[in-house]
């Protein structure tokens, strides 16, 4: 791995040049009954660039507004960011249509810290230096270099700056660079939290048994599928045939082609497996759990479950109840047989965060990143990631460190290059 960190070198070496300008005194505010912490020589001013919508409508309707007020620390466990690259999601570019607004429109309203439903900024997670934290924080100074995610009902990271929760925010491990360390935190809560907490899958017993993994050329498949192969799991994948060399570097055991004939059969005569991890939509719940080993507490977990579309389609009431009918339903018929169907969301978990990040530490673990667009782009990011077919993540770069995403994309194609 000696290739990588010689084309780290320079993108570190930048890193370490910014803040070589921040000195390492820091000076303590007092506004209210809040203390915040500011490192001496960091001018943040007030106002910031973010991508914004004002109103749901589509990708069309981002703005790049430059005279955004810089976010204010209000609580007691919050860090405000500089973020330096930041990842596109689908969800990015489903919210822009309006996905999910009744449901985190009730989150906002609970949270006395949020600000209006509009001018909105998306983006789940990130990569940065901290600035400035709230006084009772300790584990964090400004200064600091650290990755994380934000939770859905705050504004979003498409912006020079973001407020984030002490408890969903880790140290960025030295050996990325940050375009690197942005394309890690949501893919990789989510696959963790999808297989770990709804799945049941554990590192102690995980050795020898068999995985799926659906749509495993996206950015949470992808993290799946090395997150399995480190606890020594068999791993088989579904993808198009472009990203069969990907999944294969990856580690994948087996890489299926959906665009061959008779696949399904070939999967229903591979001798099931004990977790499926569904990372699509385009697949029946009747032939993924036909999958599954029967009777031996074998789990399904879809990752893109009705939930949110069925409450902004018919409300609180019917939503939830038309949700839980086809659950309930699916889940019967897999109780019958031993198995369990879940559905996989993501949750911000400060020590799943922290495992992730010993995993890219230690390079058990790798990005997997299909394009850089810089902050200018963002649009033209958003579009790439609607079209689908992602090869890894899609990331912002902020500072423009110029990664150079098509020679380091997995660890295998880094070995060949060495």
Request: proline share 4%.
């Amino acid at each position: 791995m000696h290739f990588v960190r010689k084309c780290l070198a320079g993108s570190l070496r930048s890193g370490r040049s910014a803040l070589a300008n921040v000195s390492a005194t820091v000076s303590t505010e007092n506004s209210g009954n809040r203390t915040t912490k500011r490192a001496q020589g960091t001018a943040i001013g007030t106002a910031m660039k973010a991508w914004q919508i004002g109103k749901y409508g589509g990708p069309q309707e981002l703005r790049c507004n430059v005279d955004v007020g810089v976010p204010a620390i209000r609580n007691k466990s919050s860090l405000l960011v500089e973020v330096h690259a930041a990842s596109v999601n689908p969800l990015d570019t489903i919210r822009t249509e309006g996905y999910g607004k009744k449901v985190i429109g009730a989150m906002r309203c609970f949270d006395r810290n949020c600000p209006p439903e509009f001018p909105m900024t998306l983006g789940r997670d990130f990569s940065g230096i901290v600035r400035a934290t709230s006084g009772d924080i300790r584990e964090f100074q400004p200064g600091d270099e650290v990755m994380g995610v934000i939770e859905p009902q705050r504004q979003g990271t498409h912006a020079e700056y973001v407020i984030a929760s002490a408890h969903c925010v880790v140290k960025k491990p030295t050996n990325v660079s940050h375009v690197e360390a942005a394309s890690i935190p949501y893919a990789g809560l989510t696959a963790w939290s999808s297989l770990c907490f709804f799945g049941g899958v554990r590192e102690q017993s995980a050795r020898g048994r068999r995985a799926l993994i659906l749509g495993a050329s996206g950015g949470v498949g992808t993290f799946a599928i090395q997150l399995l192969k480190t606890w020594e799991m068999h791993v088989t994948t579904v993808v198009r045939d472009d990203a069969v060399p990907l999944v294969n570097e990856l580690g994948a055991d087996c890489a299926i082609d959906y665009l061959q004939p008779q696949w399904e059969e070939s999967l229903r005569a591979s001798g099931g497996f004990h977790v499926i991890l569904n990372c699509t939509t385009n697949l029946s719940t009747t032939f993924a759990m036909d999958c599954l080993k029967v009777w031996e507490n074998a789990s399904y977990i879809h990752t893109t479950p009705p939930l949110l579309r069925n409450i902004d389609a018919h409300g609180w009431p019917i939503g939830v109840f038309n949700s839980a009918t086809e659950f309930g339903f699916d889940a019967i018929l897999g109780m019958c047989k031993g198995q369990w169907y879940r559905w996989g969301y993501i949750l911000p978990s400060k020590k799943a965060l922290e495992e992730i990040a010993s995993l890219v530490s230690k390079e058990k673990i790798c990005p997997v990143i299909d394009d850089v667009f810089t902050f200018e782009e963002l649009p033209l990011a958003y579009d790439k990631v609607r079209n689908g077919h992602a090869r890894g993540k899609t990331v912002i770069d902020f500072k423009e460190e110029q990664f150079d995403t098509k020679k380091q994309r997995t660890k295998a194609r880094w070995a060949k290059l060495f």
